[in-house]
Nanobody, 125 residues
Framework: QVQLVESGGGLVQAGGSLRLSCAAS????????MGWFRQAPGKEREFVAA????????YYADSMKGRFTISRDNAQNTVYLQMNSLKLEDTAVYYC??????????????????WGQGTQVTVSS
């Protein structure tokens, strides 16, 4: 049974930092492209960042470039999202996702194979 378990969310002041983790089990983690998505209340789920299974290349949504960093540790079956300079508009539930496909980059939410349950990030003023 595949499981993706996010952790590291919480309440942080604007300008602060958080590091999210997503621990995977039940799948060949090193073979999956991994992504982070987020969903704010009343909004659609949006792409945040992704990292390829081979080569480790990364991709970021424009509003996250320079502030967020995605990384992975295949030995630990874990993907991370380091979030710096957080803004009020970063408040959302953050989800990690695993995508087996290589034909679309970055991953799109509709084609991801597995999802975590999400972790809440709240940025306060």
């Amino acid at each position: 049974q595949v499981q993706l378990v996010e952790s590291g969310g919480g309440l942080v002041q604007a300008g602060g930092s958080l590091r999210l983790s997503c621990a995977a089990s039940g799948l060949t983690f090193s073979r999956y492209n991994m992504g982070w998505f987020r969903q704010a209340p009343g909004k659609e789920r949006e792409f945040v960042a992704a990292i390829r299974w081979i080569g480790g290349s990364t991709y970021y949504a424009d509003s996250m470039k320079g502030r967020f960093t995605i990384s992975r540790d295949n030995a630990q079956n874990t993907v991370y999202l380091q979030m710096n300079s957080l803004k009020l508009e970063d408040t959302a539930v953050y989800y990690c996702a695993a995508d087996w496909r290589d034909d679309t980059w970055p991953p799109v939410a509709a084609q991801c194979d597995y999802w975590g349950q999400g972790t809440q990030v709240t940025v306060s003023s």
